[in-house]
């Protein structure tokens, strides 16, 4: 480490930084920026892009149309300084921008017990964010709102879930984008071009054949999680092809396998034969190209629901649910499920979701029933994201795998995977319940 | 002793100790920047200090997010002193390229080839140069 008090580079001759890279082709406009002709701000934010360009080797820069930020996140002071600088320069995105789920409930940031530190910092985060123009959906489903993007959109998102979703569900296009680059192209609405932007790097890699999975399984919520945790392990960052996935299955239990699949693997996208738009056909998902085939088992399945529990036993202390944030739908079957019973006294039962699903069910006087039954909505942040579970609770139950994957490592909590309705029944019993029955091999005693 | 070149992401100038790994290392949840050690307990270097050091290894992996930790090590002076990788690695260039931005400090990031990043196995100490020539011993 040394300090240093050079000139940044800034025309391609400087910015070369060995003899054999020819550096990346810039239309007037970015050498405009570049130099700074329209602010500080966004020429550290085209320098920082340009860098990276000619790390990945990419060849120019391209258009982006939308951007979902998860830099709002208090992951650290050098996160804040970043997001500061950028404001205190007077940072403009130039194209709409969402923000992710951040690092407190910032309309009841008292109902969960945060430090006054905590708070502060979380709020200066969020702020310098806002100040910058974003818009405050402090979701990581921003594809559950209004901004959903087209199909065959440019756009540069952040958030693993929301990125795997956009590409795959919705078919516009983006990689994963992450600290610091998802707020450097809101403000100079260019990335790199290289990666999933490109229609030749969108094609599948690998199939995945579900082999004689009973049906009663492929209509549970658990089953999706389940497959993306599997998938995630077995595919890593290449792009899987789902081929045996029943043709009416819902943008939740889509959204609940890439999460899946993006926590214990780097998927950013997947082809659903039949089902996602750029995989109409098995043909249509590889594009001609050659493929590795995998089947998938009920055995297979099993194996990876056991790895998402890091516990055992019937120790239970909260049911959490809403990663990623617990949609409408989502929300109204628990409702249904949970109506007319209470969730046991030792037990917290907490949902996770953002400010657009908590007013919904408040229109539609199923908020009432929640919190009747004694579920607490917690909006805008989540688990991993900001330090609101009592120190007392240890043992978690939960339907999301991305909590299952992450919880043990990040919060020191241990996790029982179940599905939506085991994970109702436990909360009231006060104790762990699981249906095994569904996932019972046949022949197995 | 040996000399190689290799090819300089962000360039600078570094020297000292050498710490090898073939493993790739995801910096968010495996690298506390408060202490300059390495904390995940899968990997083959857990409980390791590499502040200061020449720090080689293969490439991150996993979340974006260690871009900042990277970044926040070399905010409070706990980064690696240069990182040599045998892949181009955009989590760690973005830690480092937002560290000359916004600190205006060095860490210095250089790629080799996979042969040359071998021949780093047993080095003991090490020196960078700007256009990415590296000596060890």
Redesign the interface.
Known sequence: MNETNDERPTTNDQRRTTNDERPMTLTERDEKVLNGDFGTAPKMAMNILVQLGEVLGADELLDIEQVHVDGCIYESEAHLDFAEKLASLEARVIVPTTLNATSLDMRHPDAWGYSAQWKSQARRIANAYLAMGCTPTWTCAPYQTEFVPKFGQQIAWAESNAIVFANSVIGARTNRYGDFTDICAAITGRVPKYGLHLAENRRGQILFELKNIPDALLDDDAFFPVLGHYLGKRAGDKIPVLLGLPHNTTQDALKALGAGAASSGGVAMFHAVGITPEAKTLQDAFGGSTYERVEITLSDLNAARAELSSADGSQLDAVVLGSPHFSLQESLRLAELIHGQKVHSSVEFIVTTNRIVREALRARGVLQTLTGAGVRLCEDTCILLSPMLRSEIRVLMTNSAKYAYYAPNLIDRRVVFGSLRDCVASAVQGRVVREEELWRVPGDE | MGTIQG????????QGEVIFTDEPLSFW?GYD?REGTIIDKHHALYGEHVA?KIFVLPSA?????????L??A??L?N?P?ALILKR???IL???A??G????????PLVIVSDEDFEGLHKARFARLDE??AIEYE
Not at chain 2, 100 to 107: A, V
């Open positions: 090819h300089a992401l962000n360039s600078g100038n570094a949840g920047a200061g992996r996993g979340s974006s997010t260690g871009s900042g930790i970044l926040e070399i905010r002076g980064a002193a181009r690695d955009a260039a973005l830690g390229i937002v000359r931005e916004l600190y205006n400090k060095i860490l256009d990415g």
